[in-house]
């Protein structure tokens, strides 16, 4: 079956400090991820992705690994800041980009 | 920065009613996306549509589920006969490539409430 899901469902960390978010997958022929971060009362928004090509992809402030060996990747972010504070989800692009499938989120509290 | 729209930000409505909603995709994106998320739970695939057919559809969107792109602008997710288990934020999404890489952005949602 296909599925993309998250360890964690929430996530507590102090202002400054840095968050891991992990999410495991199922389909080892699975080859594109994507990082989402949604907010209140707000759609989902790309945050970085990763092609299974790679083990490992910066952004700004946050970076993405993927651990095809173990079907796992997962969601830094460095100096976590009070608008980090979200539900985070990853996401697996299927169908050649035709279909979307998510995993169940990670909520990330910052602590001020 | 273009974004995508939603209207209505909120629908209530009765069970067994047809509702429409509606989304404006970024202008001159080809690619566009139906989701919805019950409270609480995760974003599901609904729908993709390009060239004026669907493109890929989930187990979810069966018969009581239709969407049209009537003009060029909207493009637009109505369900029949809405029941109960309806209820849910429904996300719609705009894409202007093929390519994986080629960012899908989502729309602010409209909730629906099915009394």
């Known amino acids: 079956g296909e599925s993309v899901g998250l360890h964690l469902p ?8 840095n968050s891991i978010i992990n999410c495991a997958y199922s389909n080892s022929a699975s080859d594109y991820f ?23 992809r910066q952004g ?16 830094q972010i460095a100096a976590t800041q009070p608008g980090d504070s979200a539900v985070y989800f990853c996401a697996e692009n299927r169908s050649g980009g035709f279909k979307t499938i998510f995993g169940a989120g990670t909520r990330l509290f910052v602590k001020a | 920065e273009p974004e995508v729209t939603q209207t209505p930000s909120h629908q209530v409505t009765q069970m067994g009613q047809e509702v429409i909603l509606r989304c404006v ?10 989701y919805r998320q019950i409270l609480g739970q995760k974003v599901e695939f609904l729908v993709s549509f390009y060239n004026n ?16 792109r009537p003009d060029g602008s909207n493009f637009t997710l109505k369900i029949r006969s809405t029941k ?3 209820s849910a934020m ?8 093929r390519r994986q890489s080629d960012t899908q952005y989502f729309g602010p949602g409209t909730r629906l409430t099915v009394l």
């Open chain 1, 34 to 56: 994507i990082w989402y971060k949604q907010e209140s009362g707000k759609g989902p928004q790309f945050i970085i992705d990763i092609r299974s090509n790679m083990d490992k």
């Open chain 1, 60 to 75: 700004q402030r946050v970076t993405v690994l993927l651990n095809k060996t173990v079907k796992h990747l997962s969601l």
């Open chain 2, 90 to 97: 429904y996300f719609c999404a705009s894409k202007g490539g």
């Open chain 2, 84 to 86: 109960l288990e309806d």
């Open chain 2, 53 to 68: 057919e669907i493109s890929e559809k989930s187990e979810i969107f069966d018969d009581q589920f239709s969407v049209e």
């Open chain 1, 10 to 17: 929430t996530l507590s960390v102090q202002e400054g400090d």
């Open chain 2, 25 to 34: 995709p970024i202008s001159n994106h080809l690619y566009f996306y139906w």
